[in-house]
């Protein structure tokens, strides 16, 4: 059913707003468009990117939930998934089938469809590459209303993984999940004292556990101290002896929420320095741990994102080639000179290009930090960002994204071009579009 009197859409960091409808089938949204509007329709899953990449202003947010339904090979590991099932969904699936998704992102509740559209990333970047890597076909409803199929080596493939939702509405995927003996993790977690113990630290532990991801301090004296995690999957006599294992996947999970805080922004800097200090200190983690609570540890707050009040926060996450790495030391100090603080800071080793035009990765280190979006300074601080990661041949990712420009985008992705050549192949009416695609030039 399509809404009666336009929503107010957000993204995840509640910092950008839209006025638009909703709608949860195709037909209904082309008559609608047709007669009544002029904006354009964009795809929805879960709403978990940042900025305004799933929502329209003036226009419909076209939701997948409608879009269902898991189907396993259970010799083969090839999963045929409607777009609208949610990677904790498919996980639950396939770990009765003795599989698991071979790429899934800290969160469990983004959608099949959303996942393939940014292109995501997870813990396993460096070994097993990006979420369209492991998809063998995608069937997508073009800007005509056409719903054709497409292989990884077709250009329509490559221009939809990371492209945003602006190619079409993806309807169903089929994945290639990976076999698993044992669906637990062995994890070790390391402490740190400034960027660079932590960047040779990660490299080293690279070699022992096929998931890392470290957590820093990005407050105080912003030297870069933190928390690194490595995990491998769990082998047989680790958890023999024990008698009944909870591998920890749940068909419904719980899920607590932070009480209603008002609109006050509780991520001021001392607050987040106290929370820094704490989190720095905590009892390191070594043994073993669910699949679920070690790729996707926030889940069980189901709205966190509203602690930083109404002005919401913006999340920023670029990448950097390695012989770059000198440029993560200087985002440390012009932070600290302009004593602008995030609340969660993610580092990351990647090691592999992403194979959309538009997807995200590249070989080097991914740094994700979280800014409240009423920090001082923070727009200026996010202007010599910019300069340094273009620059440094590095990017912004698009599904965090809430502040950059079309000069910038067009320098960061140097595939552009191409990627315009194909929407324009698929959309020629411009019917797939956001705020996000209208703020940066994107149709
Ligand atoms: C706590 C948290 C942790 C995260 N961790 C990671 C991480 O580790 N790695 C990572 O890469 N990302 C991460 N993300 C980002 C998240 O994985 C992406 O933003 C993902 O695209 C969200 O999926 P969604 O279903 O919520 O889609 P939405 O947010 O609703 O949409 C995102 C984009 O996908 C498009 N889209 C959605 N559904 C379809 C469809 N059916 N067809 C075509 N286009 C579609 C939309 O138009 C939009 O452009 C994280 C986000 C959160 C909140």
Redesign the pocket.
Known sequence: MISEVPEIHT??GLNLKARGFSADNFEEVRRFRENNLTRGV?????????GD??ISSGGVRFK?SN?RGISIDALTGLADCG??V?IRDLEYEAHLRGFLPPV????G???????????????SQQTDGN?SDHVSSIS?IDGEGFERKFAPESEEFKA?AG????T????RLEIKLKKVDIPMVYQEEVRVRNLSEMLSTLEGLEAKYPYTVAWIDLSGSYEGRGLISGGRFAVEREVSGTKKLDFGFDKTPKVTSVPFLGYFNFMKYPSIRAFNEFWYRKPLKEGLATFPKFM?P??SIGNW?KIYGKSGFVQYQIVISDENREVLFQILSLLKKHKVSSFLTVLKKFGHKGSGYLS?PMPGWTLAMDFASDSKNLSQVIRVLDKMVISSGGRV????DSTSSPDSIALMYQDLEKWKSIKRKMDPSNF?Q?D?SRRLNLC
């Not at 964009?42 to 709403?47: A, D, Q, R, V, Y």
Request: charged content about 10%.
């Open positions: 993204g995840w964009i795809p929805s899953g879960l709403s978990r990117s940042y990449s799933s997948s879009y777009s609208g949610s899934v992102p800290g969160t509740f983004v959608t099949l469809g959303g996942a393939f559209a940014s292109d995501i990333h997870g813990k979420f997508v939809t492209g945003m939702g602006l079409g509405f993806i309807s996707h926030l889940d994102n995200f990712y698009l599904t965090k797939w956001s996000q």
